[in-house]
């Protein structure tokens, strides 16, 4: 079994900074996948970023790249994801997800197993 736990979501302008973190326990933190979605009520749930095992290699959606980084410290057992230059547009709720079986970037929601319960990020005008 794997715990994910967010943590950093809160209120923040427009144009502001915000590191969300995701603490996993429950197995060797090194052999998870792990991806960041969001999800804004009456909308599905979005791909943001994901990282390999070994944070060797990254992917984000087109709206975020250049904003936002995935990062990961193994030793720590946890996931960031920095979003910087915040839009209102970026307003969700923020979930990470694990996967144990990829080693690479994954983008699609129904392939990871793990989930954290999400953290609200809202970004005002």
């Known amino acids: 079994q794997v715990q994910l736990v967010e943590s950093g979501g809160g209120l923040v302008q427009a144009g502001g900074s915000l590191r969300l973190s995701c603490a996993a326990s429950?197995?060797?933190?090194?052999?998870?996948?792990m991806g960041w979605f969001r999800q804004a009520p009456g909308k599905e749930r979005e791909f943001v970023a994901g990282?390999?095992?070994?944070?060797?290699?990254?992917d984000y959606a087109d709206s975020v790249k250049g904003r936002f980084t995935i990062s990961r410290d193994n030793a720590k057992s946890t996931a960031y994801l920095q979003m910087n230059s915040l839009k209102p547009e970026d307003t969700a709720v923020y979930y990470c997800?694990?996967?144990?079986?990829?080693?690479?970037?994954?983008?699609?929601?129904?392939?990871?197993?793990?989930w954290g319960q999400g953290t609200q990020v809202t970004v005002s005008s």
């Open positions: 429950g197995r060797t933190f090194s052999t998870y996948a």
């Open positions: 990282i390999s095992r070994t944070g060797g290699n990254t």
């Open positions: 997800a694990a996967s144990i079986v990829h080693t690479i970037v994954i983008k699609t929601a129904g392939q990871y197993a793990y």
